[in-house]
């Protein structure tokens, strides 16, 4: 059923010991609200509501029917109503009380079943049905039973699915026999293919491993120039020779990518003089390196 409460602000000297502030129960059993909370199998919850940082309520017991009290612990820690903990609920059959041990906030606090008041002035509750004795000893241990027999073997586990480990790898057998030789390879080349321009040119992928000569008969200055690898990607170990039997110079050259003399590292167009021999090796993709005679 609902449960009305009031309020009543207590005056008294000692704020660390007022109970101004809290919501009551009504009278019970047409009597006057008594200051205590009674409890024999029934829990009672109590909250507290609008505490403040520094408001602790204790909750007090009497052993001797209110003629003392003093503040109830568990475990070593006080019983408290504080702002990090607002519910408590008590089980224990007894009488107990609530106290301002700390602040001056206006908390309001409840419970349910129970009477709180605010009053420590009152009559206390006389029912000495609800104090509850000190427990006896515990009784010694009984002596142990016999064995039960034994019980029926139980049922056979289904087979397992895990595979065992691996067994130890065996020895290596002995070297097979040397199959016999395969037939010899055709014979390569035995000279470089020539290729004689008397004009400007421009190298093609067939004049890898080959020659490219400027002839005697060309009576003029000619630019040879080694494609880029843009354009003509020849595999990198790829050497082109050049010869120039002509007693005009022969400019050898590249396109885009980079040409080392070799010996010296310097880069650019070389000059083959007349009766010229040099060498161009490809060492990367876009690199070259140059060397011969009459080459500058």
Known sequence: MPISTTTKPYTGANPKLEYGGFSYFPRRDGRATYDTIKTLSQP????????????????????DQGASWQDWYLHGLPVQLSPLNVVICITVPGIYRLRRAVGGGTAVVTGMPGTLTHEPQLPLISDT???????????????????????ATGATGAGSTVAGPTGATGATGATGATGATGATGATGPTHLSANEQSANYTTVLADGGGMVNHPASDANNRSFTIASNANVAYPIGTTITFTNMSVNVL??????????????????????????????????????????????
């Open 44 to 63: 009672i919850i109590i909250s507290a509501a609008g505490l403040v940082t520094d408001d602790v309520i204790a909750v007090q017991v009497t052993p």
């Open 251 to 296: 400019d050898l050259g590249i396109t885009a990518d980079t040409m080392y003399l070799s010996g010296a590292g310097t880069t650019g167009a070389r000059v083959l003089a007349q009766y010229g021999v040099a060498t161009a090796l490809k060492i990367l993709s876009t690199t070259w390196m140059i060397r011969g005679t009459n080459l500058t």
């Open 129 to 151: 049905s609800i104090i509850t004795g000190p427990t006896g000893p515990t009784g010694a241990t009984g002596a142990t039973g016999g064995t039960g027999p034994t019980g």
